[in-house]
T-cell receptor, first 109, second 112 residues
Framework: KNEVEQSPQNLTAQEGEFITINCSYSVGISALHWLQQHPGGGIVSLFMLSSGKKKHGRLIATINIQEKHSSLHITASHPRDSAVYICAARPPGNEKLTFGTGTRLTIIP | SQTIHQWPATLVQPVGSPLSLECTVEGTSNPNLYWYRQAAGRGLQLLFYSVGIGQISSEVPQNLSASRPQDRQFILSSKKLLLSDSGFYLC???????????FGSGTRLTVV
């Protein structure tokens, strides 16, 4: 069993739909990261969370430390949101991120 | 502003040839710097990280090495490339702000 599990692996939705991607982890963390990887390979860091909730534009990330679970939400999804979304856990005092396998999101116009 | 530069964008090298990928950051001092690799269809793997000049930590045994000759420069090298070294290499810098890591644009290396 992976230390960081994401679901779903693949998600296809219509433009405008509300999107939720889930991440569960079994390790202790100092931070949980959400990353976005576009088809060309470039990676953008979306959020770094240690508690609660963060919002950036149409993106919202939440984390429940007790349940070891984080979610990434996209409101009013758009085709340009199509990408692979990756969550990664960073253990305390450790530089090494443990990555989830990613969720491939496709938004259809 | 804080930026990270990585080059080249693509590289095709024969087996046994040397490698040097360079990453530089601007707009920050004493950053934590990272080299990641993503093999085809696989997730990201941390190769090296550095917390300062001359300080390199290696995460996996491999055919690669890293150096940090200057505060804002991080270099990934190999003396002799293997086919298994093919992949997408990303340099990253850890920001202490809200967004976490800043990634370079990546180098797609194909060893033939």
């Amino acid at each position: 069993k992976n230390e960081v599990e994401q679901s779903p692996q693949n998600l296809t939705a219509q433009e405008g739909e509300f999107i939720t991607i889930n991440c569960s982890y079994s390790v202790g963390i100092s931070a949980l990261h959400w990353l976005q990887q576009h088809p060309g390979g470039g990676i953008v860091s979306l959020f770094m969370l240690s508690s609660g909730k963060k919002k950036h534009g149409r993106l919202i990330a939440t984390i429940n430390i007790q349940e070891k679970h984080s979610s990434l939400h996209i409101t009013a999804s758009h085709p340009r949101d199509s990408a692979v979304y990756i969550c990664a856990a960073r253990p305390p005092g450790n530089e090494k991120l443990t990555f989830g396998t990613g969720t491939r999101l496709t938004i259809i116009p | 502003s804080q930026t990270i530069h990585q080059w080249p964008a693509t590289l095709v090298q024969p087996v046994g040839s040397p490698l040097s990928l360079e990453c530089t950051v601007e707009g920050t001092s004493n950053p934590n710097l990272y080299w990641y690799r993503q093999a085809a269809g696989r997730g990201l793997q941390l190769l090296f990280y550095s917390v300062g000049i001359g300080q390199i930590s290696s995460e996996v045994p491999q055919n690669l090495s890293a150096s940090r000759p200057q505060d804002r420069q991080f270099i990934l090298s190999s003396k002799k490339l293997l086919l298994s070294d093919s992949g997408f290499y990303l340099c990253a810098w850890l920001s202490r702000g809200n967004y976490g890591y800043t990634f370079g644009s990546g180098t797609r290396l194909t060893v033939v």
